[in-house]
Each structure stands twice: as structure tokens, then as C-alpha cells.
């Protein structure tokens, strides 16, 4: 399977409210196996525990371990 990788920029809208803006999210009519759909809603998952302890600045998911 290959690994999707998403590049967030973690910023504020409107009334500081933290947004996350998603470059790499699979596009419309994307085709996805049961495991790709499990990495992503993980990868989701985490973006938003990120956006909500106030990570800010540019993250990559997952993040690799070197």
C-alpha cells in the first residue's frame, strides 16, 4: 500500500481559532483500500489533537521516525 503522506499548516482563523489547512488530501472520487482509509482517518485524528494543543508552523503526517 503506498503511504500518503499530508503536509498541514497549522494557523488561526477567524477569533484565533486553530485551522488546519491539508495539502495531499486525496481529491473527489478518490479510490481507497479499507487500510489506506484506517492511515488516513489516523492521520486525521492526529491533526486535529495537533490543531487543539496549539501546534502551530508546517507538519508532515506521519511523522517519520529517523
Known amino acids: 500500500m503506498p503511504r500518503t503522506h499530508l503536509v498541514v499548516r497549522h494557523t488561526t482563523g477567524r477569533n484565533d481559532a486553530p485551522i488546519a489547512v491539508i495539502n495531499g488530501f486525496p481529491g473527489l472520487n478518490a479510490m481507497m483500500t479499507p487500510e489506506e482509509l484506517l492511515l488516513l482517518s489516523r492521520q486525521l485524528h492526529q491533526i486535529a489533537n495537533d490543531a487543539r494543543m496549539g501546534v ?8 517519520e521516525v529517523q
Open 56 to 63: 502551530r508552523g508546517m507538519v508532515r503526517y506521519p511523522e
